[in-house]
């Protein structure tokens, strides 16, 4: 048996450098090129793309970041005022709490939704492999990501606006946009009703228009909630409603467990 000897290369970074004097996001200056210069929009498309955007990609990413905001007092708000009504001193805290609620089921479907996207892309027959997809979750009785609101009916208006922001753009090369579209008719047919797409199936197609990976898509739900819930902290210092949200829960779930039946040793 062999063993190499070479010593493996140490892992590199593309993201910054800095020295004495400078400090350096890629090959752009902070100082010189970036400060004063750029937006954030444009400096983390940046750095999270490893190109330089174009202005579609930042009139496509502004508007997925100002939808994925706010959506009032969900689990990840809730979780954040609560935290915050806990811990006061821990702003930092409390949003944190309230964006561990990122997930696949509030906030982050976008990336669950683009995973089908891929599926229809990757497809020899889009339109069977959409409509094999919506039986697939109808089995289940699951919804598919992407589709489908519990306040938002019959549309959600905010999935067709961005629909439409992103139609309006030819440098956008529409794959995502027609796999959703083929995917929504599927959804329909399976369930024999108009289903409205909601705003992360929109997302997800958006950012797949501008090259943001599946992996990485939750990412910019993460940032864009993060600016909320420092709004919602914000009105929990102005306008306190953890406490009532606490006092809410205790006062209408009540106890109803049988008692313990314990051992006449165990007395």
Request: net charge negative; aromatic share 4%.
């Amino acid at each position: 048996m062999t063993v190499s000897t070479k010593a493996k290369a140490p892992p590199t970074t593309r993201l910054c450098r800095h020295t004495l004097t400078s400090l350096h996001y890629g090959g752009a200056n902070l100082v010189d090129d970036l400060m004063g210069q750029k937006t954030f929009t444009e400096v983390l498309l940046m750095q999270i793309l490893g190109r330089t955007p174009r202005p579609v990609d930042m009139r496509i990413a502004d508007v997925v970041l100002i939808v994925l905001m706010e959506h009032g007092l969900t689990p990840s708000a809730i979780a954040t005022r609560l935290v915050y009504m806990s811990a006061p001193e821990n702003l930092q805290g409390a949003v944190a709490a309230g964006l561990m609620a990122v997930g696949s089921s509030f906030v982050g479907t976008m990336e669950n939704c683009s995973r089908l996207l891929d599926r229809l892309q990757a497809a020899a027959d889009p339109q069977g492999e959409a409509l094999a997809i919506a039986r697939e979750h109808q089995a289940r009785k699951q919804p598919v990501p992407g589709f489908g609101h519990h306040l938002h009916k019959p549309v959600d208006p905010r999935a067709y606006k961005l629909l439409d922001l992103a139609r309006a753009e030819p440098e956008l090369p529409g794959d995502y946009l027609r796999a959703l579209e083929t995917l929504s008719r599927a959804v329909d047919t399976a369930a024999g009703k108009p289903i409205t797409i909601n705003a992360t199936g929109a997302v997800a197609a958006l950012l797949g228009e501008i090259g943001v990976p599946t992996e990485v898509m939750r990412g910019f739900a993460v940032m864009s909630r993060a600016a909320g819930l420092v709004a919602h902290v914000v009105e929990e210092q102005q306008r306190p409603s953890g406490r009532f949200i606490w006092e809410t829960v205790e006062a209408t779930i009540s106890f109803d467990a049988d008692p313990v039946a314990l051992e006449p040793e165990q007395l």
